[in-house]
């Protein structure tokens, strides 16, 4: 098992900025990605950003440019600094971690809100 807290989000302006952090704890000795997926409101979750332990990146063309992940000085932990932020952005934001070995789709955080609004 993995546990996944997130921490950030919250409410921006356009054009502004958040930054989401998410530590992993547990079974982490097979963690092999970490990312960010989120959710709108009658949309489907989505990918936004993952990286992996060998710290390859990938990113939804939507964010491109405006995102980005990064690993944290503590161990298994990731940061999305969202800049330039669009009110198309406004969604719950999921963290994920993948495990060798684990489900499928990986273990999941509770989530966090991210509204953009004037």
């Known amino acids: 098992q993995v546990q996944l807290v997130e921490s950030g989000g919250g409410l921006a302006q356009p054009g502004g900025s958040l930054r989401l952090s998410c530590a992993a704890s547990g079974s982490t000795f097979r963690l092999f990605r970490q990312g960010w997926y989120r959710q709108a409101p009658g949309k489907q979750r989505e990918l936004v950003a993952i990286?992996?332990?060998?710290?390859?990146?990938n990113y939804a063309d939507s964010v491109k440019g405006r995102f980005t992940i990064s690993r944290g000085n503590a161990k298994h932990t990731v940061h999305l600094q969202m800049n330039s932020l669009k009110p198309e952005d406004t969604a719950v934001y999921y963290c994920n971690a993948n495990v060798w070995g684990g489900p499928s789709d990986g273990y999941w955080g509770q989530g966090t809100q991210v509204t953009v609004s004037s």
């Open positions: 990286i992996t332990t060998g710290d390859t990146t």
